[in-house]
């Protein structure tokens, strides 16, 4: 039985530098307030487990699978989501890379692969592409786009050393 209104939680989460006012069952997890309360459709619901990656985003820079956490724990935090690191004519270097080098084939995983990347970006992460591939093992790609995903990943951090 679903819970009645008087069992909703108003919550005021900051998304991608923006207040949200919103109203979620308790047992909300922060992808489903993303996706379904907050319209923000950029994060994929893939596995629904933590196992594919398709859902991670950023809570205080940092990269967290959201279905595996609750909206509700979420209301301090800053979160950004894949709408958040750039648009049309804006694109985070992460994403203009991800396009140049073909990094996403059907493009399920690829908000899920570009979030990965970024945090990847301000992590002790070695030089090598197999320490690329290490780092981004929670991101699970079934079309194989790996190497280029890789290559784009190796292209923003050589570009961030000149």
């Known amino acids: 039985m679903a819970p ?8 005021s989460l900051h ?28 994060t994929k619901k893939g596995c629904d487990h933590g196992q594919c990656g398709a859902c991670t ?14 909206a509700a724990m979420h ?9 958040g690191l750039g ?25 899920g692969q570009i979030m990965s990347a970024v945090a990847l970006l301000k ?5 090598s592409d197999q320490d690329v591939k290490e780092y981004l093992g929670g991101n699970i790609c079934r079309c194989g786009a790996y190497p280029n995903i890789v290559a784009a990943v190796q292209a923003v951090r050589r570009q961030s050393l000149l």
């Open 87 to 111: 648009e049309p004519g804006t694109l985070h270097p992460m994403q203009v890379a991800f396009v140049e080098h073909d990094g996403y084939q059907c493009g399920y995983c690829t908000s």
């Open 75 to 83: 209301e301090a935090d800053e979160i950004t989501t894949i709408e």
């Open 123 to 127: 992590e002790p992460c070695g030089p």
């Open 15 to 42: 998304i991608n530098g923006a207040a949200h006012a919103v109203r979620v069952d308790p047992r909300t997890t922060l992808l489903d307030c993303l996706r379904e309360t907050v319209h923000l459709t950029g």
């Open 4 to 11: 009645g209104t008087e069992d909703f939680l108003k919550l």
């Open 57 to 70: 985003v950023h809570i205080n820079g940092r990269r967290v699978n959201s279905c595996l956490t609750f």
